[in-house]
């Protein structure tokens, strides 16, 4: 029986009209056709991460660390940037379009009746792909809640969540009780619950003591301590040991830490299974890096890209740039419309930047005229708005001076757009 289609593209338009909505929640799916698929995991650890923010910069050390140790890692992320083989990683590579034609070509063809979301169909062609490697570790980035997202079909030896706050409210509700159920839906019985937020919500650890999972929570089983006299080393207090590491070299925000802790957390209690030596962790913390998380593509003007999309995220972002010494900040700035705007954009006010605003490529952007209807104060009046991201981002640059800070922000879609650019601002 030939594919439906033979090329990546064709694939992808026609998932995105197959289903009644983008996004649809719940295994039952899914499930049905994993077990037709019939693919054995037996000989891999899988992580599972969970989390509003940090879940990308917790699986890119993650990656780091244990490629570093010599192991065969796949790695499933959401969304993407610029192609959509991006979310697909084996051995730090992105996969083929052949291959991930492949899968979908394989799930396609024992679905039967069964309807997928574009997010099940990438989920089981991750999970196809990574089945047909001798893969000694899969890394899985839950893509919207936990409990009922397509990530959590399968058993994930540890379960980590990054952290816990507003976002997404239409489908995990409102307050950070519900939000931190709903990810804690990612935790297994006897098998590690890693909470990386400094302060979770009580139903975070709650659902754990009801699965039975081995609850690891920052703050009591693990704890982070720097020294304002050690710029280079900070320590992780963990079950009684104690351990030194160097500062992360490309993921520098100070809330990194965070998520390294609970990326080692993980390392360090799978040590039985996927022995990792002390050195391959340093290693691996300081090569870690992720695309659009403080990112820096150009000087003179400084250029930083950050997917901030949320007011918890918009935090770590000012955190990370207010007291360096710029002139000025110019703020390129295109969100969709379920984030939330008006707190995010109070936030980054703080910075007292220039406003660009721009509407985002995607049908759930937010209209820039919109966008400035929300933002604080005399924001509103003094922004400009333009017709695409990649207007406001010329505009930022052709005002910018040599000691300014420009930085695109808001959205995946706000960034990916600078980053299809070059150095001058040209498609």
Not at 147 to 167: H, Q, Y
Not at 259 to 278: F, I, M
Not at 383 to 411: F, K
Request: hydrophobic share 40%; charged share 25%.
């Amino acid at each position: 029986m030939s594919a439906r289609f033979d090329s990546l593209q064709a694939w992808l338009s026609w998932q995105g009209r197959l289903h009644s909505s983008e996004v649809d929640l719940g295994l039952d799916r899914i499930r049905a056709v994993l077990a037709r698929l019939s693919l054995d995991f037996s000989q891999s650890i899988v992580v599972t991460v969970a989390g509003t923010n940090g879940k990308g910069s917790t699986l890119a050390f993650l990656e780091s660390i244990y490629r570093q140790a010599g192991y065969r890692v796949g790695l499933f992320t959401s969304p993407h940037f610029l192609h959509y083989c991006e979310r697909i990683r084996i051995d730090g590579d992105r996969v083929s379009e052949q291959a991930v034609c492949d899968a979908f070509a394989a799930i396609d063809s024992v679905r039967g009746e069964i309807s997928l979301t574009y997010f099940e169909f990438s989920t089981l062609a991750a999970l196809w792909l990574f089945a047909r490697e001798s893969l000694a570790v899969i890394l899985l980035e839950v893509g919207l809640g936990g409990r009922l997202d397509a990530s959590n079909v399968i058993d994930a030896d540890v379960g980590i969540v990054t952290s816990v706050s507003i976002d997404h409210r239409d489908w995990l509700g409102d307050n950070r009780e519900d939000i931190g159920r709903e990810k804690a839906g990612i935790y297994r019985r006897n098998r590690m619950a890693i909470s990386g937020d400094p302060h979770p919500p009580h139903s975070l650890r709650e659902v754990a003591s009801i699965k039975g999972s081995d609850w690891q929570g920052r703050g009591e089983q693990f704890e982070v301590f720097t020294s304002s006299e050690d710029r280079a080393r900070w320590r992780l207090q963990w079950r009684g040991e104690d351990f030194e590491f160097p500062y992360p070299e490309r993921l520098t925000a100070p809330i990194q830490l965070d998520n390294a802790a609970s990326a080692l957390v993980a390392v360090l209690g799978l040590r039985a299974q996927r022995p990792v030596d002390k050195s391959d962790m340093d290693r691996g913390l300081c090569q870690a890096g992720l695309p659009g998380r403080l990112q820096v593509i150009g000087q003179n003007p400084e250029v930083m890209l950050d997917v901030a999309h949320n007011e918890a995220a918009a935090k770590a972002l000012f955190g990370a740039v207010a007291g360096r010494s710029y002139e000025q900040v110019h703020l390129v700035l295109g969100m969709l419309q379920d984030k939330e705007v008006r707190a995010t954009a109070s936030v980054l006010e703080a910075l007292q930047p220039h406003w660009y605003l721009a509407t985002p490529q995607s049908e759930r952007a937010m209209d820039c005229r919109e966008l400035a209807a929300m933002l604080p104060g005399s924001a509103a009046s003094a922004s400009v708005c333009y017709a695409s991201v990649t207007e406001a981002y010329r505009a930022a640059l052709g005002r910018a001076g040599e000691n300014d800070l420009v930085i695109v922000t808001g959205s995946f879609f706000t960034v990916a757009e600078v980053m299809g650019l070059d150095s001058s601002g040209t498609v």
